[in-house]
């Protein structure tokens, strides 16, 4: 059963998280004549940070970059903790009256493009029912993984361990693991917040590994934005202290793609002396891929370390063979007993919170489409995804996608234009979406998007870059166009989508 149709709407948003609520204060500053909706699939609004509860929940990006441009972080701690974050999302819509225009319970399921209307029609389901939004122009901020479950291997005996199995992304509230034996499978950067968070009260807690990570420990505050804080306004203080965080990332991240040998020495050094020249380092903290091959995981003032020095945690380097009554049987021949197991396996990644993308009725197969400038899908008219870096902030690069639709919109409004759509060229050769070995990448990347071999399709992963170009570059750059309804019409070949825009 359908509702109505509302009025049309200047732009819808999808997602009510960090990006989302980030999206509509830029609208508001640089398009306040632009009427705009967030729907959001959940009750609240803060996305990650909302569903996530999992013990020691933070961000494991520097909050001077991981924060909103517009609006400084105040909080202190360098990796705030899930709370803190929700806390500063809530509070950044109800100051600017973000708030007002989020419509909860909204879970969107689809969006068609009518090219003779230059429109896009959302559906949403709300309350058992199916209501659809028209706007001009869309924007995806619903992340990149669904919501609904977390990635979970199907592993051997499963169904015969007698404790309790919880996925980090389904965590309930009332458990307890206060002197109880936990064993956490996983090394990424979930693993390594749980491990000392479980610590604290657990009998024992061990982190499973099939392979190392690179995990470095990282002071809770940033001395600078600390003494800053005191001599300078709030604002300018954040603006130098997030200036100097962006320019230390691209530097470490430079550096280990030029002299990744000199990088993973100098990290594993750094671990020897957390841990000490007993601790088997060469076997559970020397990775077999290169320094930003995958994301680094931090420990903030070492607090994973100081756990595995105490006692209170261990880490194992070894296969499961199955789960038993009592644990986890190892390929070794080792067995780890449990009362707890956590699988921290990953994520499912998806595109567009799920929802299904059609150009005039017709489905469209995001695998067989471009990413242009990071942004926006090659062929597909009025529509944006906030999607952020690999190997930084999220934030930074869906700060720098919302100037960029804003932008486009007030140059759409200056020139009467109702279309902007990206048209890659025939011969534009294809790349996969990200350079990254981790698993959740590799197993979503045929589902994914593609990026091209040159700019604006190629992603650069570089905030310098896409800031000259996403916040200075020309609109009309030769791969962007502009037409009106009417002039955008549908070419299908049976291997790709093609538009075509009369000049």
């Known amino acids: 059963m359908s509702e109505a149709k509302s009025d049309v ?14 999206a509509a204060y830029h609208l508001q500053a640089r398009c306040p004549e632009r009427s705009y909706m967030i729907l959001e699939s959940r009750a609240a609004m803060g996305g990650t940070w909302d569903l996530f509860r999992y013990p020691g929940i933070r961000s494991d990006s520097d909050m001077y970059t991981f924060g909103y441009a517009f609006r400084p972080w105040t909080g202190g701690k360098v990796f705030a903790d899930g709370p803190a974050i929700r806390d500063y999302i809530e509070t950044t819509a109800s100051e600017n009256g973000i708030d007002t225009h989020i419509r909860y319970g909204h879970r969107v399921v689809g969006a068609n493009w009518d090219s003779d209307k230059a429109l896009w029609t959302v559906t949403a389901e709300h ?3 199916r ?34 199995i919880v996925h980090p992304q389904l965590w309930p509230e009332d458990l307890d693991y206060s002197g109880k034996r936990v064993v956490i499978i996983g090394s990424g950067a979930t693993a390594v917040t749980l491990v000392p968070a479980m610590a604290q009260s657990a009998a024992h807690v061990t982190m499973l590994q099939r392979s190392p990570t690179y995990i470095a420990a990282r002071p809770s505050r940033d001395g600078l934005a600390d003494a800053l804080q005191r001599v300078l306004p ?7 202290a997030r200036m100097k965080n962006i320019a230390l990332s691209i530097y470490v991240y430079q550096l280990s793609k030029r002299f990744p040998a000199f990088v993973k020495r100098q990290v594993i050094k750094h671990v020897r002396e957390e841990l000490g020249e007993d601790f088997d380092v060469e076997t559970h903290f020397t990775p077999h891929y290169n320094p930003w091959d995958q994301r680094f995981c ?14 209170s945690a261990s880490i194992v380097t070894d296969h499961i063979e199955c789960f038993t009554k009592t644990g986890i049987r190892l390929k070794s021949g080792a ?9 921290a396996t990953g994520l499912d990644m998806q595109l567009a919170g799920g929802s299904r993308l059609s150009l005039d009725g017709v489905p469209v197969t995001p695998a067989e489409l471009f990413t242009y400038r990071g942004m926006m899908l090659g062929n597909m008219p009025n529509l944006a995804l906030a999607f952020g870096y690999t190997n930084a ?3 930074l690069k869906v700060d720098l996608t919302c100037e960029r639709v804003c932008r486009m919109l007030n140059y759409m409004e200056r020139t009467g234009a109702e279309i902007a759509v990206p048209i890659p060229p025939d011969d534009l050769q294809p790349a996969p979406l990200l350079d990254f070995s981790s698993g959740y990448v590799q197993r979503a990347l045929p589902h994914l998007p593609k990026q091209g071999s040159v700019a604006p399709w190629r992603t650069y992963q570089n905030y310098i870059r ?25 070419r299908l070949s049976h291997t790709a989508l093609r538009r075509d825009v009369a000049e």
């Not at 709407?9 to 980030?22: N, R, T």
């Not at 028209?134 to 404790?163: A, H, K, T, V």
């Open 335 to 343: 067995e780890i007993e449990a009362d707890i197991i956590v699988p």
């Open 131 to 164: 209501v659809e939004f028209d706007c001009r122009f869309l924007m995806l901020c619903s992340g990149y993984y669904r919501y609904e479950q977390g990635y979970m291997p199907d592993f051997p005996g499963q169904g015969d361990f007698g404790g309790e």
């Open 466 to 490: 896409d800031m000259l170009a996403i916040r200075y570059g020309r609109l009309e750059d030769g791969h962007m166009r502009f037409a009106n309804a009417g002039e955008y019409t549908p």
């Open 127 to 129: 309350d058992g029912k």
């Open 234 to 240: 709030s604002k300018l203080a954040y603006l130098i």
């Open 298 to 311: 931090l420990a903030p003032d070492g607090d994973f370390f100081e756990a595995l020095r105490t006692g």
């Open 393 to 395: 902030s999220w934030t």
């Open 9 to 22: 709407l200047d732009v819808v948003i999808v997602g009510a998280g960090l990006s989302g609520v980030g």
